[in-house]
């Protein structure tokens, strides 16, 4: 997404390949979500007594996966969600009820979408959850979809000054319409991760179910919550990457069920227990999966391989998915993602094609290319200038001068 693009280059221009920055930002984003989750619960008075809980429920939630506490995509555009959240409950509570709410709603899913594009089912739930629970009317609905049209409005407009209006609309928007995706971890591996919160929102249903006595507003809060519970399994299914990440969408709507599960405990002796039982658990799981103790867990796809090539701390362009090449080495050119440049380098016989190649291999030219079927051969053809710089070694070419 543009925003996510934007985002990592910033963190990129000021911290290099940082990974340490990384996981401190990762983390104060968690923490600030968490704080924000349980302030949000207590303002809008959801439970029967204002607890803290749900912060302390959410923070654990993000433990279940060794991969969910780095920063991607889905946390940083996870935290508009919650506001979009926050959004909806303000207008169920019928006191509260103003335009800009149902305005937010739609804009604040919609920046969502900018880092995550799969973020967008959440705009159909808004509709479903506003139906049934507010007084909204078709005014209401048009500031919603206005909300949620003009931050994509915005992007292609800079795109559309920049020239790159096709590119938006064929690597962004297109793309992501498809329902073709990579999967990083097994349907296995993601529900051996889960079990445990999976065993506790089953029995937060059934104890919901039998003990709970709630008044229609937070009857309302609870359906809205397992709505949103139910399009997050949507975008789960549509997500373009699949990987344990992807299901932190869960945390908010889980941390929410926990705790109603934890104050309809009676004893506080079986609130410890379970307190514990989560905790103990949920960190256990995560642990023993990411050093290979668990079989049904396989973290294979998430990592890359340091040691994938016989060079160290060069500039170089990899024309094919061998992604781990540049772990210990320099992008050069801005051809990273296969995927997106493929039909590029497959169609030399495009003038806009070539052209593309041949700016990029002079303004930034890379002092090894890993070309293993030779797609470069038709395009130096047209640019013996640039082919003059190079020689083809195996299934590379080895820059020769300006080293």
């Not at 309809?264 to 307190?275: A, C, D, E, T």
């Amino acid at each position: 997404g543009p925003l996510a693009a934007w985002t990592h280059e910033v963190l990129d221009t000021f911290f290099g390949r940082s990974i340490l920055i990384r996981d401190i930002l990762a983390f104060l984003i968690i923490f600030l979500q968490s704080a924000y989750i349980g302030i949000l619960f207590i303002t809008k008075k959801v439970f029967s007594e204002n607890t803290y809980i749900p912060s302390f429920l959410f923070s654990l939630l993000f433990f279940f996966s060794a991969d969910t506490l780095s920063l991607s995509n889905e946390l940083l555009g996870s935290g508009f969600l919650l506001l979009a959240l926050h959004n909806l409950f303000q207008e169920i509570e019928f006191r509260n009820q103003r335009d800009e709410s149902i305005f937010n709603v739609g804009l604040c899913i919609s920046l969502a979408s900018l880092f995550t594009f799969a973020f967008v089912v959440y705009l159909p739930c808004a509709v479903v959850i506003l139906l049934l629970f507010s007084r909204s009317n078709p005014r209401k609905f048009l500031l919603l979809i206005f909300g949620s049209l003009l931050p994509h409005l915005l992007i292609i407009s800079v795109a559309f000054l920049k020239g790159s209006t096709g590119e938006l609309w064929r690597y962004f928007y297109l793309s992501n319409l498809s329902f073709d995706r990579t999967s990083f971890a097994s349907a296995r591996t993601l529900l051996t991760l889960s079990a445990l919160p999976l065993f506790y929102f089953l029995v937060s249903m059934v104890i919901l179910n039998r003990e709970a006595r709630f008044s229609k507003y937070q009857s309302q809060i609870l359906q809205t919550v397992l709505i949103w519970l139910g399009f997050s399994f949507l975008f789960v299914l549509y997500t373009k990457d699949l990987r344990p990440q992807s299901l932190i969408v869960f945390i908010p709507g889980l941390s929410f069920l926990f705790t109603h599960l934890f104050l309809l405990i009676r004893r506080k002796k079986f609130i410890h227990m379970n307190s514990w039982i989560l905790f103990v658990g949920i960190i256990s799981i995560a642990y023993l999966g990411r050093f290979g103790k668990i079989n049904s867990i396989d973290y294979s796809g998430l990592w890359v391989h340091k040691d994938a090539t016989d060079f160290r701390g060069k500039r170089i362009l990899v024309l094919d998915h061998s992604i781990d090449l540049y772990c210990q080495n320099f992008l050069a050119t801005p051809f990273l993602n296969w995927d997106l440049s493929r039909q590029i380098f497959r169609n030399p016989d495009y003038y806009d094609h070539v052209t593309q190649v041949y700016r990029a291999l002079k303004k930034d030219p890379p002092q090894i290319i890993i070309d293993k079927e030779d797609l470069l051969k038709d395009f130096f053809e047209r640019m013996p200038d640039v082919r003059a710089g190079y020689e083809r070694q195996g299934d590379r070419y080895i820059r020769i001068i300006n080293n």
